[in-house]
């Protein structure tokens, strides 16, 4: 983390699906989210885009988060498929008031670990990006 940038725990709802636009697939499996967001970019997001000198870059912007392998579940695909192909994933994550940020997101960072009883948690990290469309936060 940066100098000037803010760090918030958003313990609400969180949609992820493959592809670009806005995410609707609410997802259980999501835990300990935390959005890194520079202080120029919160500002000109919450501003409604109406800056005054130069836009910031959508890296300002990244998700860490933890997530739970279960045989089946189609988030840990997508996920790794994003990961392993450096594809594009839209994310929605909101605090337990419903603001967040909504933003097409590159995974950066992958990590698997598994205790002894055989759960598997995954740590991940994505980073926006502004290719297809601005990120918003609302």
């Known amino acids: 983390m940066a100098a000037g940038d ?4 958003l313990d609400g ?3 992820i699906d ?3 636009g806005q995410a ?4 259980d499996n999501v835990d300990e989210v935390k959005l890194t967001i520079s202080k120029a970019m919160y500002k000109w997001l919450k501003r409604g885009k109406k800056w005054q000198g130069a836009k910031p870059t959508a890296a300002e912007c990244s998700i860490d988060a933890k ?3 279960f ?3 189609a988030l840990i695909t997508i996920l790794k498929s994003a990961f392993l192909n450096n594809t594009i994933v839209g994310i929605y994550a909101k605090d337990a008031s419903g603001e967040g940020m909504d933003a097409d997101f590159y995974l950066t960072e992958w990590g698997e670990s598994q205790d002894n009883v055989g759960g598997v948690e995954i740590s991940w990290k994505a980073e926006a990006t502004d290719e ?3 990120p918003q936060y609302h």
């Open 132 to 134: 297809q469309r601005d």
């Open 13 to 15: 709802d969180m949609a």
């Open 71 to 73: 045989e089946g579940d």
């Open 67 to 69: 997530s739970w392998k």
């Open 18 to 20: 493959a592809g670009t």
């Open 6 to 9: 803010m760090q918030l725990t």
């Open 24 to 27: 609707t697939t609410v997802r």
